[in-house]
């Protein structure tokens, strides 16, 4: 993404070849768009990577693109490659230009009742300012919220559902072999949201859904398994898949994912 002296230059080559240069050291391809995500390989300072397609993710120094490459079918953050853009220069991954589902109000409720609601801003466990339904704050005394602190439940599940924006982004991103309602595609919401969007990526629950695998055997058999906190079975985490597999097996919801627009 970085600008440099030879940026035209490189426009004009990667116009023809769609192959930009790698600015960083050492840059890591990871298997989702985020640093949370695995790293699959890396590349070195001036290689070249072709891109299939861009989307959002984790913010890397300002920039919140990442790059699929062609090799490594991994993404690197656009901030160490040479695109001679600030914007996309092709088309977005997964879905074209169609954003991921919004989670329904089912899905904000479940994530809301296991989280916890604190009207005021507090130390969390690992250190961190937080306020509301576990929102971790960006700014010096939560100022980025944009609602009145302390904050009521009602603006708390508002800044919740902006939270989960990133967990649909990805939960989309990943879930290419797989027909989901809003409740199933709500599950996989929470469920990332709780473990992050890293682990679900390289699971044998995600593995399933895109090798075709029926979505309510699939879900049932796999949420459960996620319930281990340092190799311990914990209650909490043994409600919470119960809650989510409910969720993903009650009728009357419309559809999530492919995505549709």
Same mark, same amino acid.
């Given at each position: 993404?970085?600008?440099?002296?030879?940026?035209?230059?490189?426009?004009?080559?990667?116009?023809?070849?769609?192959?930009?240069?790698?600015?960083?050291?050492?840059?890591?391809?990871? !298997?989702?768009?985020?640093?949370?995500? !695995?790293?699959?390989?890396?590349?070195?300072?001036?290689?070249?990577?072709?891109?299939?397609?861009?989307?959002?993710?984790? &913010?890397?120094?300002?920039?919140?693109?990442?790059?699929?490459?062609?090799d490594?079918?991994?993404?690197?953050?656009?901030?160490?490659?040479?695109?001679? !853009?600030?914007?996309?220069?092709?088309?977005?991954?997964?879905?074209?230009s169609c954003?991921?589902?919004?989670?329904?109000?089912?899905?904000?409720?479940?994530?809301?009742?296991?989280?916890?609601?604190?009207?005021?801003?507090?130390?969390?466990p690992?250190?961190?300012?937080t306020?509301?339904?576990?929102h971790?704050?960006?700014?010096?005394?939560?100022?980025?919220?944009?609602?009145?602190?302390?904050?009521?439940q009602?603006?708390?599940?508002?800044?919740?559902? !902006?939270?989960?924006?990133?967990?649909?982004?990805?939960?989309? =991103?990943?879930?290419?072999?797989?027909?989901? &309602?809003?409740?199933?595609?709500?599950?996989?919401?929470?469920?990332?949201?709780?473990?992050?969007?890293? =682990?679900?990526?390289?699971?044998?629950?995600?593995?399933?859904?895109?090798?075709?695998?029926?979505? &309510?055997?699939?879900?049932?058999?796999?949420?459960? +398994?996620?319930?281990?906190?340092?190799?311990?079975?914990?209650?909490?985490?043994?409600?919470? +898949? &119960?809650a989510e597999?409910a969720?993903?097996?009650?009728?009357g919801?419309?559809?999530?994912?492919?995505?549709?627009?």
């Amino acid at each position: 993404m970085r600008s440099t002296s030879f940026s035209l230059l490189i426009a004009g080559v990667t116009a023809k070849a769609s192959a930009y240069l790698i600015t960083g050291d050492v840059v890591n391809c990871r !298997s989702g768009p985020g640093t949370s995500y !695995s790293v699959v390989k890396q590349y070195t300072q001036g290689q070249d990577v072709t891109i299939t397609c861009q989307t959002e993710g984790t &913010n890397v120094n300002g920039v919140t693109i990442w790059d699929k490459t062609a090799d490594g079918n991994c993404y690197v953050s656009d901030y160490y490659v040479q695109t001679g !853009s600030d914007g996309y220069v092709t088309g977005r991954c997964g879905t074209s230009s169609c954003p991921a589902p919004k989670s329904n109000q089912a899905t904000v409720d479940l994530i809301a009742e296991f989280e916890g609601f604190e009207p005021n801003v507090y130390i969390d466990p690992t250190g961190n300012p937080t306020i509301g339904y576990g929102h971790l704050c960006q700014r010096a005394g939560c100022s980025e919220v944009p609602y009145p602190i302390p904050l009521s439940q009602a603006d708390g599940k508002r800044l919740l559902a !902006s939270d989960m924006a990133r967990f649909e982004q990805c939960i989309t =991103a990943m879930i290419t072999g797989a027909t989901l &309602n809003l409740n199933q595609y709500g599950a996989l919401i929470s469920w990332s949201f709780n473990m992050g969007c890293g =682990a679900a990526q390289t699971s044998t629950l995600v593995a399933r859904l895109n090798g075709g695998g029926n979505v &309510n055997t699939v879900l049932s058999e796999e949420l459960p +398994r996620w319930v281990y906190g340092g190799g311990v079975v914990l209650p909490g985490l043994v409600r919470r +898949r &119960n809650a989510e597999v409910a969720l993903s097996q009650t009728a009357g919801s419309g559809p999530a994912l492919p995505v549709q627009c």
